[in-house]
């Protein structure tokens, strides 16, 4: 029968978005509801990624693989490619990028690996 210690339910609409500081700072105008996985331990995440409208994420390199569902709003990619609600994404290891959101947008990310942030000679290559 169904160990009910072993079940765990976050409610998303709550409102216990932190800011979202995976790269040792907070990115200004994005937060996070970390959903599944242990940063630290584990080789997959899965959490809800929101943005102001405005924001801008860090260029980043993925180590692995980086998939996400674009829930509301709109997501622009540094090459002028736009995901919208209902789209799913997916971005292979090795991938070099930053986004932005112009009118905002929530996204659930699953993550295997993590994201590199990106150097200052890196970013002359994007």
């Given at each position: 029968?169904?160990?009910?210690?072993?079940?765990?339910?976050?409610?998303?609409?709550?409102?216990?978005?932190?800011?979202?500081?995976?790269?040792?700072t907070?990115?200004?105008?994005?937060?996070?509801?970390?959903?599944?996985g242990?940063?630290l331990?584990?080789?997959?995440?899965?959490?809800?990624?929101?943005?102001?409208?405005?924001?801008?994420?860090?260029?980043?390199?993925?180590?692995?693989?980086?998939?996400?569902?674009?829930?509301?709003?709109?997501?622009?990619?540094?090459?002028?490619?736009?995901?919208?609600?209902?789209?799913?994404?997916?971005?292979?290891?090795g991938?070099?990028?930053?986004?932005?959101?112009?009118?905002?947008?929530?996204?659930?990310?699953?993550?295997?690996?993590?994201?590199?942030?990106?150097?200052?000679?890196?970013?002359?290559?994007?």
């Amino acid at each position: 029968m169904l160990d009910t210690s072993l079940r765990q339910i976050i409610n998303t609409g709550d409102g216990n978005f932190i800011p979202y500081d995976r790269y040792g700072t907070p990115v200004p105008g994005m937060s996070w509801l970390p959903l599944s996985g242990e940063r630290l331990n584990d080789d997959f995440e899965c959490f809800l990624l929101r943005m102001d409208a405005g924001a801008r994420s860090k260029p980043h390199e993925h180590t692995g693989f980086e998939e996400f569902l674009v829930m509301d709003g709109e997501l622009v990619d540094c090459d002028g490619s736009s995901y919208r609600a209902g789209d799913f994404v997916r971005f292979g290891p090795g991938s070099k990028h930053s986004s932005h959101a112009p009118q905002g947008c929530t996204l659930l990310v699953m993550l295997r690996g993590s994201n590199r942030a990106l150097d200052e000679e890196e970013l002359k290559q994007l």
